[in-house]
């Protein structure tokens, strides 16, 4: 083999717009214990079981992408937790974690099976979870999740914490909801030492009657709401994903913006997201896709299905196209957030 043909197979996923892919979001699960009003419909229709990768397969597809440089592993759903013998798969990346290539893995999860099994992820590795959390009143949690409970969530936070997990709280800003709340989750997140960051809620699939534009919360105005009562300093902070950090001078915790609406973070896009039936959208606010699910049983080897994940790579778009500035949802993707993967 030449040296030439040695770089291709060996050379870091670069995107057409120069950006290095080191970011890998994976779906291991559309299945999930809430069933969150702006992400899914109550009455969801999920996959077949046999549609969905086997953890044998999820592993050689994360390895793939470790190969070719992805340095940042996030487990996603649905809720990852509710998958079958998950923390299997946890266990066979810890070797890659030992190794050096990956720097670091983690999940996002609403945090119900935390209890459970913060313990074991701390074992496997994972030093950091991102739990999603919209509101600290019982009732209101209920409302959101629509079957979540409240109580779980709060020992799940305090399990993994004791387990020696960092946690970062994500909060969907949701007009009209948690509004009101606003310092009191700053002061819960500050008081247990945990990052926290909104989110600015996006234009995915079919909710039902809940209204996209009603739900839209600026986040410009929630970080000037935020400034009248504590002082806010800029900060550099990267952890890898679209996030913009401040650090509040009182309290001296951090606070997160990802803005797809206000304000894309696009141009500086290291990720990619894999479904838990082996598509690959290299955009989460396109609808364009590539199958990767095909060349991974095509052989037990991988050329083609390192070829497949180059070719993906190639197509990814410049930035997304979500916009409400109109008053109306422009940009809007078919598929729900739980099958992307969060």
Known sequence: MTAVSDHALTAPLIDPF????????????????????YCMSEKMQFLPKADLLTLEELDRLCSAFVRLGVEKLRITGGEPLVRRNIMQFFRSMTRHLDSGALKELTLTTNGSQLGKYAEELFAAGVRRVNVSLDTLDEAKFARVTRWGRLPQVLEGIDAALAAGIKVKINTVALKGFNEDELFTLTEFCAARGMDLTFIEVMPMGDIGNEDRIGQYWNLRELRDTLGTRYTLHDLPDRTGGPARYVRLGETRQRVGFITPMSHNFCESCNRVRITCTGEIYTCLGQEGHSDLRGPLRASEGDPALEAAIRDAIALKPKGHDFDYSRQTVEGRVSRHMSHTGG
């Open 18 to 37: 120069a950006r290095a892919i080191r970011y890998l979001r994976v779906s291991v699960t559309d299945r999930c214990d809430f069933r969150c009003v």
